[in-house]
């Protein structure tokens, strides 16, 4: 088991352009959730995808969409990028298991620098 | 307002040596609380997980201690090693009332340092 992986590992961008990061989550996981975290601070929530869908959102702009395939596997992508989105996009996978007690298991996070 | 803060913002300890990181949150509905260690430029890995009912968890030389009734919760890392050296994050979870899920909320971390 490959366990959440995440592509690209780097990325460096240029303030008005679009970003795609990808992710697939670890095997037998279905919901997907993506985190932003700024250099020195703890990871703040964007939205969670299940069944294709977004079901939580965090207090991000429009400017932040995803998306989830029928193999669970997830976008997040960013437009007209501004370089306080400079971070490290984390993508979590859990299996949904009732009363929230599903573990995360996180990926090793894609490093976005706006210039 | 969910909130989890976490003390100290960063710490540097011998090799050896024992230390203990506080979170306290303001987390409503209180599901869970868990705690994660952060390599730098890695992603969070689990090392404890509590419900309501548990005051207690030990994984390896980690303890976490919960407190439900004061909202208090701390890691106690036991003979510290150098790998030890990373930041350590608390999340707690809630239901979400609307939505019927769970949210997490998580603290900005302690960064810890050890020293040979």
């Known amino acids: 088991d490959a366990g959440v992986t995440q592509s690209p590992t780097h990325l460096i961008k240029t303030r008005g352009q679009q970003v795609t990061l990808r992710c697939s989550p670890k095997s037998g996981h279905d919901t997907v959730s993506w985190y932003q975290q700024a250099l020195g601070q703890g990871p703040q929530f964007i939205f969670q995808?299940?069944?294709?869908?977004?079901?939580q959102r965090g207090n991000f702009p429009d400017r932040f969409s995803g998306h989830q395939f029928p193999n669970y596997s997830s976008e997040l992508n960013v437009n007209a990028l501004l370089l306080g989105d400079s971070a490290l996009y984390l993508c979590a996978s859990s299996s949904g298991l009732a009363g929230g007690l599903d573990e995360q298991f996180f990926g090793p996070g894609t490093r976005l620098t706006v210039l | 307002k969910n909130q989890v803060e976490q003390s100290p913002q960063s710490l540097i300890i011998l090799e050896g040596k024992n230390c203990t990181l506080q979170c306290n949150y303001t987390v409503s509905p209180f599901s869970n609380l868990r705690w994660y260690k952060q390599d730098t430029g890695r992603g969070p890995v689990s090392l404890t997980i509590m419900t309501f009912s548990e005051n207690t968890k030990s994984n390896g030389r980690y303890t976490a201690t919960l407190d439900a009734d004061t909202k208090q919760s701390s890691l106690h890392i036991t003979a510290s090693q150098l790998s030890d050296s990373a930041s350590y994050i608390c999340v707690v979870s809630g239901a979400d009332g609307t939505s019927g899920t769970y949210k997490y909320i998580f603290g900005t971390g302690t960064r810890l340092k050890v020293l040979a």
């Open positions: 995808y299940y069944e294709e869908e977004e079901r």
